[in-house]
């Protein structure tokens, strides 16, 4: 039962703050124009904060130690490049996917 | 048939119409939003927790990338404060998506706060994009497309935690669909900004923040200091722009001195 309530909690907590970063600029801009500065954040963060994404998931791998990274790496690699060629979202995102898992699975880089 | 009813019959007509274009416009979505809500759907089973959970976090908070990061952190077992704190700012993006929707939303009437709820890239990338069909509503058809998101990003997730309970798959890997999705996104942020500085600011923060902080606070540091380094260079640039501007206006003027110059002659020699 504290466990349910924790969890119901949790998503409570989730909840509102998802909603409190979209909403936020509708409560701060409803009724007048967005200051110069503003503009120039808004254009810089989102492709910043997506690179942080990218590097954010690979925290986690052991870089010193055998496989050495090389399985992320190397699929992310495929998947940016198959994105660049066929600029197909859910193509580079799902077969980037399978390929890793595959990868892992079937622990291609144990040689190393 | 009287002409009211004529009238009503047209406008159903109308209606069907106009969902079947909006659900047409989010075919893609569709095809995205299953298998992603299908993966945190197996996650959040494999965590060890009832599909129903599934099922309130994908209608409460919908957010996928934030989903995943709840789950990551129920299993480090953080506490309150981390959540809202790891949730603000990993959804701060959508802080910006607003912004330039603040046009296209003043006059949606009541659907404005689902619509705003209902803000994820997907859903921001559909309404910036397409097209109200001539003569509907556009509040109707925005609500359309974020709602059948929103379906199917449930649907996904439930499909996931309930055919994860059900089939004992060997999901090793299967997060990294995450890293996919944000690697397709940031080479469409570059594709569709001319801004190249935020790539090096975000690696050069990254690096840092990986090699020196740990695993769990690196997101948090690394967003910081990313954003110091570009307040930091918009600041130098500001003052390097105003040295240009001012440049310009000096020459600007004169510019406008000599072009009005034989204006003035020929009004002369006309009078």
Redesign the interface.
Known sequence: MTDTLQ????????????????????LC??SRE?PA????????????????????????VQWLAAPYGIP?LF??GV??GL??WKRN??L???A??GL??A???LKVFSFL | MTEKEAKRHETGKGNTDFFLSALKTTV?VF??YI?LGM?FGFLIDGAG?HWI?AF??SL????G???FL?VAL?AAGAG?TE??IA??L???????????L?DK?SDVGKV?PYL??A?TDETYALLTTAEVPAGGSKARFYFYIAALDHLYWIAGSVLGAGLGSLLDL?????A???????????????FN?S?R???V???G???AS?ILFS?EN??LI??IL??LI??GR?KLGQRDTQLNESVRQVKGTRQARAAAQPVQDSSQEES
């Open positions: 969890m119901l909690a949790t998503i409570t907590v989730i909840a509102l703050a998802t909603f409190a970063t979209r909403v936020l600029p509708f801009f409803g967005p500065m503003l503009s120039t954040i808004e254009k810089n963060l989102p492709p910043m904060i997506l690179l942080l994404l990218v590097i954010y998931c690979l925290k986690d992320e699929t992310i998947v940016a994105h660049l979202a859910m580079s995102i799902f980037g996917t890793y898992m990868l892992i699975q | 893609p095809l995205g298998p993966a927790y959970y309130l976090m409460l908070i919908y957010a990338a934030g989903q709840a129920l309150l959540f809202a949730t603000l990993l959804n701060l993006r959508h802080a910006f998506y607003g912004l330039s603040l939303f404005k705003i709820f803000l060997n999901l090793e890997g299967m990294f669909v995450l890293t996919a999705l944000f690697v397709v996104l940031t080479i469409e942020q570059y900004s801004v500085f935020p790539f600011a975000a690696v923060a990254g690096a990986l695993p690196m997101l690394s967003i990313g954003t570009l307040i918009e």
